[in-house]
């Protein structure tokens, strides 16, 4: 049963030391949201918890993960959120956004008309990371974008697939074969969801990076740059042609390019978006 209100774990932070704590938490766990509110120039970070009984462990793990950054001691507070509420704050957030030549991401809430040759994304996050605002899912989209203009008759997999916008993505881009899968059941419940609402049909599973995956053309690995490497043989092991990585904060992407290319990988481009950097591989 769907509780009618969450349990909220929050945090002031400085937006600077956002990313830093991010690569240190285990997203598996559980997704941590960070907003900037341009009114009090404050950025707050937000874990929602459908299981309040979490929230302690939530808090150890973010004191931990600062303390670990050598970051300012963090002060988490808890607090309860009406679920209805919590969709309504979400709309401070989530807009329309060009992401790339062709597609735009839109919130089930907002109307577009979209424009000609545009892909139009319907998207409700739900609980799960992925609107389009980031920038690694935004590299991740724009090299589908890429590789979609010169051939949509290719397979893709989505390892990790969050809210499922890359699947989706991928889908309306044209790719004919896509498939996904996360570990989280709520992340498969959202992708499920947001496919639905945008009329394709992808299969997701829940699953994750422990073996190798029958083979796809394209596969799309937007995780952590710690992850991408200790799983680059399974990750590349599922992949026929091409690799996009994303979820890299600059400084690591060397050592994620390195780790890829003595497994055989040639890099084709990179992509920065701010303190974020996604990259295309191919098999050499």
């Not at 907003?35 to 707050?44: A, G, I, N, P, Y």
């Not at 209805?84 to 030549?101: L, Q």
């Amino acid at each position: 049963m769907i509780p009618d209100t969450l349990t909220v774990v929050s945090c002031a932070i400085a937006e600077e030391n956002v990313d830093t704590l991010f690569e240190l938490l285990d997203s598996d766990v559980f997704t941590p949201t960070a907003w900037f509110d341009v009114e009090t120039k404050l950025c707050r970070l937000d874990v929602f918890l459908e299981d309040g009984s979490q929230a302690e462990s939530v808090c150890q793990s973010l004191q931990q993960a600062a303390e670990l950054a050598g970051l300012p001691a963090l002060k988490p507070e808890l607090s309860t959120l009406a679920r209805a509420d919590w969709a309504e704050a979400w709309k401070r957030f989530f807009h329309v956004e060009k992401i790339s030549d062709r597609i735009v991401v839109r919130p089930s809430w907002e109307k577009y008309e979209a424009k000609p040759g545009e892909v139009v994304i319907t998207l409700d996050p739900g609980l799960s990371f992925g609107t389009g605002k980031h920038a690694t899912t935004q590299g991740c989209l724009r090299f589908l974008d890429q590789l979609a203009a010169k051939n949509v008759n290719r397979s893709v997999l989505d390892m990790g697939c969050g809210s499922g916008i890359l699947a989706i993505g991928a889908a309306l881009l044209g790719f004919k074969d896509v498939r996904g899968f996360d570990n989280d059941p709520d992340c498969k419940k959202v992708s499920d969801e947001n496919a639905e609402i945008n009329n394709v049909s992808i299969p997701i599973t829940i699953d994750d990076l422990s073996h190798p995956y029958p083979p796809a053309d394209i596969v799309v690995a937007n995780i952590l740059a710690p992850v991408l490497i200790q799983f680059a043989p399974q990750i590349i092991a599922s992949l026929s042609s091409r690799l996009i990585v994303s979820g890299i904060l600059v400084e690591q992407y060397d050592g994620v390019k390195a780790a890829y290319e003595a497994l055989g990988m040639q890099e084709v481009e990179s992509l920065r978006i701010e303190n974020w950097r996604t990259g295309l591989f191919k098999k050499a």
